[in-house]
């Protein structure tokens, strides 16, 4: 008997397989609560997003090249793979020591991917967003790695978190070329800096006053946080931040080119977000922010004599979200998920006439109130707050389904309406969540 390879059964029994997990849920009502709901997700967004990201990620081995919309949907496909090993650490090991940890270092890698997405999904990407974007895409990278450090070793506690976990891995570095790619075009259009422009005097007087308030602050830092929580890990990153601004510093007297400069004061900055998420965490953080400040200030006049924005200083994250504000972000992320695979799908035929265009626009247009929707439900709001908007998505959602039903699609045994039906059947989910609350 020939054995048919193991991707072609999967597809071909995931109906089936998905069927009677339905009759299951049917079948045991105890088992159809919220977090059920939660623990299935994985398996109700792959469709979506491994159609998505093997198609993205298979196009960028062969052309290394990002199209417009690609650094956005790479952001998404990054939450929902961040969600859906959230979902199978908790599954896997509940109510364990190293579950616990790993729950909350990949809740962390959730919330800053979540701000990264927002960030380069801006209508107006400007250097202000950019700045914020390289910030989260720090964290995001940060959180990796102290995730493999829990889970990338020991694959077999989680194998279902740990091939989301490599999916995730696998991002960061596309990711991380368009955001580098960002830098250029921003910096293109305000032109370029000539290098006759650089004046390195004044970028060694700024190092030396770095390196000083750096001395200070450390000194600071070894006596306020005497016995306190915390200490030894600022005082390393201090004292390596310490030595990031002396390798600059050491850089300027061979006159190095402006984009070496630039990269070496990069890998200084990186450094400096994660002191400043750290510190924000301190009990003890009073007796530094004073000292600390002192020390971003001189980093942000280096980073206006290179001419690369500013770093920003960010609030600390919320407060952690409740068991109903995350099954709502989930089901919105994975509608927002099934949408991007829509649009990637149909936009350029859709752009062919005007139905279709204006058809496109109030889809871009759902996506974005969906997006507004997220932000609401995980600062805490209400569920009456949420009604108006919920109510607004839900009327947008069937408009456009019975709108797409009367419109072709390039596939002559199908319409716009049956392509779009995984996004509005995603959609209509979130309302059942909502009035759980």
Not at 33 to 56: F, G, I, K, T, W
Request: charged residues 25%.
């Amino acid at each position: 008997m020939t054995t048919m390879p193991a991707r072609r059964v999967n597809k071909k029994w995931r109906p089936l397989v998905l069927g009677l997990a339905a009759l299951v849920a049917l079948a045991c009502p105890a088992a159809a609560q919220l977090q059920d709901v939660q623990h299935r997700l994985p398996a109700l967004q792959a469709p979506a997003s491994d159609n998505l990201e093997s198609e993205m990620m298979n196009r960028l081995r062969v052309t290394g090249q990002l199209e417009p919309g690609d650094l956005s949907r790479l952001a998404r496909l990054a939450v929902l793979n961040s969600i859906s090993m959230l979902v199978n650490v908790r599954a896997d090991l509940a109510e364990s020591l190293l579950g616990n940890r790993l729950e909350q270092e990949i809740t962390a890698i959730w919330n800053s991917s979540e701000a990264f997405y927002e960030d380069v999904s801006s209508l107006t990407l400007d250097a202000a967003n950019l700045a914020q974007a390289q910030y989260h895409l720090e964290e995001m990278a940060e959180g990796q790695r102290r995730v493999e450090t829990s889970l990338g070793g020991l694959p077999g506690i989680s194998q279902r978190a740990a091939n989301n976990f490599q999916a995730y891995s696998r991002l960061l570095g596309p990711i991380g070329r368009g955001v580098e790619s960002l830098e250029a075009n921003l910096a293109g259009r305000a032109g370029p800096v000539a290098p006759r422009a650089l004046s390195l005097e004044p970028l060694r007087q700024q190092a030396q006053l770095i390196a000083n308030d750096l001395v200070a602050l450390i000194a600071r830092a070894a006596e306020v946080g005497r016995g306190r929580p915390g200490r030894d890990a600022i005082l390393t990153e201090l004292t390596e931040l310490l030595e990031r601004v002396q390798s600059f510093s050491r850089l300027l007297p061979i006159q190095p080119s402006l984009r070496a400069v630039q990269d070496s004061f990069r890998r200084t900055r990186r450094q400096m977000w994660h002191i400043d998420g750290r510190i924000s965490h301190l009990d003890w953080k009073a007796g530094l922010l004073r000292p600390w400040l002192l020390v971003k200030n001189q980093i942000s006049a280096v980073s206006d004599l290179l001419g690369l924005p500013r770093v920003i200083a960010l609030d600390p994250p919320a407060r952690p979200l409740t068991g109903i504000e995350r099954s709502m972000a989930a089901h919105v992320d994975h509608a927002v998920a099934w949408l991007d695979e829509f649009l990637a799908q149909t936009e350029q035929s859709l752009r062919k006439t005007e139905a279709g265009s204006q058809f496109l626009g109030d889809a871009t247009r759902l996506r974005s109130e969906l997006l507004y929707l997220r932000r609401r439900a995980i600062a805490g709001e209400p569920a009456a707050r949420l009604a108006e908007p919920l109510k607004v998505i839900e009327r947008s959602n069937r408009q456009l389904s019975v709108r797409g039903s009367a419109m072709p699609s390039d596939d002559r045994d199908k319409t716009i309406g049956s392509v779009y039906r995984n996004s509005a059947e995603a959609i209509e989910k979130i309302g059942a969540v909502a009035s759980k609350e």
